[in-house]
């Protein structure tokens, strides 16, 4: 393996922000893997995956581990479930894609989220009604001090809203090798909840949809609102979807009754960030070569210049501006670097 220095990542960070690595190394297996966090024990390290939910704000000062682990199996199947293993660099669109050209269900909403498979137990991604904790089976993780592979279940893991334990407690402790996942053979639970979801369907006359339909729609519509990475830097949805305590959702409801909104429970009320943002003024603007984007306010683009300081200032005074506007705090879902 070889160790690189000074290596440039704008092709590494779907921001394609112009940035620098002090060292970098790309493992391909497990054992290559093991073997530079044991050499590297001295070092400061930061784990790499598909770049696709990180604003980088400067160079990284440190060894930067590109984890670009690949291959999936079938790890046991009955007449009904199938539970497929994928390792932590598979595309995750790609294994998505998989699973529905098997007729394998459960994943099919989350189609075209940008990223690998190793990072979406991180931050439990989801879209349109479906998280990862709802097929996810278990992880394999490497304990990055003792290169110990341990195994977490979904309990483990403690998923909540764009949450996990990866993100908390276990910040910069494991590295996901891969994950496991149990999906449906047949009686697929077809969840067309989202009303864009279902729109596309009857604009193509379908009524009875199948995963690839469900799936299908859901590419066109992210297409339809969401850029290219490859055409236009971005991470996605930048911001999370607040989630607000109920006595305060109705204060701010009184003076702005058409805002759209998400009973969770009894006491808790989840507001569409874009929304926030949209009456903030700030859809679709662009200062400099960072901007809004012009179809879906929740993202952040990157014109082709931007800095990571840059998109950093703006989201801040995104967040400024919503608080100020609506006594609502939105945080950033994106790892700030």
């Known amino acids: 393996m070889e160790i690189l220095t000074h290596h440039p990542l704008k092709s590494y960070n779907t921001f394609g922000i112009s940035a620098f690595a002090k060292e970098f190394v790309a493992t391909h297996t497990i054992a290559a893997l093991s073997q530079v966090l044991k050499e590297s024990s001295n070092k400061k390290l930061f784990i790499l995956g598909g770049g696709s939910n990180m604003l980088l704000t400067q160079d990284i000062d440190a060894l930067v581990i590109h984890v670009n682990l690949k291959g999936k199996r079938i790890v046991k199947e009955d007449d009904n479930h199938v539970y497929v293993e994928a390792m932590a660099g598979e595309n995750w669109h790609e294994f998505v894609l998989y699973c529905i050209d098997n007729n394998y269900g459960g994943l099919e909403n989350l189609s075209l989220i940008p990223g690998n498979v190793g990072t979406t137990p991180i931050q439990n991604i989801g879209a ?121 959702f109705e204060k701010v409801y009184i003076n702005h009754p058409l805002m759209p909104h998400y009973i969770l429970s009894d006491t808790e009320v989840k507001v569409p960030a874009g929304w926030l943002i949209e009456q903030s003024g700030f859809k679709g603007k662009r200062f400099g070569d960072a901007g809004i984007h012009a179809k879906q306010a929740l993202v952040l683009v990157n014109y082709g210049g931007a800095t990571g300081q840059e998109l950093l200032a703006l989201s801040k005074k995104i967040q400024h501006t919503v608080y100020k506007n609506f006594g609502i705090n939105i945080e950033a879902e994106v790892n700030i670097i």
């Open 128 to 248: 349109y009604g479906t998280e990862i904790k709802d097929t996810f089976v278990s992880c394999q993780a490497m304990n990055i001090t003792t290169q110990e592979l341990v195994t977490f279940t979904k309990e483990e893991c403690e998923f909540g809203y764009r949450e996990s334990i990866f993100k908390n407690k276990l910040k910069g402790k494991y590295i996901i090798t891969s994950v496991t996942f149990k999906l449906t053979k047949t009686n697929h639970k077809i969840n067309t909840s989202y009303g864009d979801i279902t729109d596309k369907l009857i604009d193509k006359g379908i009524i009875v949809p199948t995963i690839k339909d469900v799936s299908n729609a859901v590419i066109a519509i992210r297409q339809n609102k969401l850029p290219d990475p490859k055409e236009l830097g971005n991470s996605g949805s930048f911001f999370k979807n607040p989630i607000v305590a109920k006595e305060e």
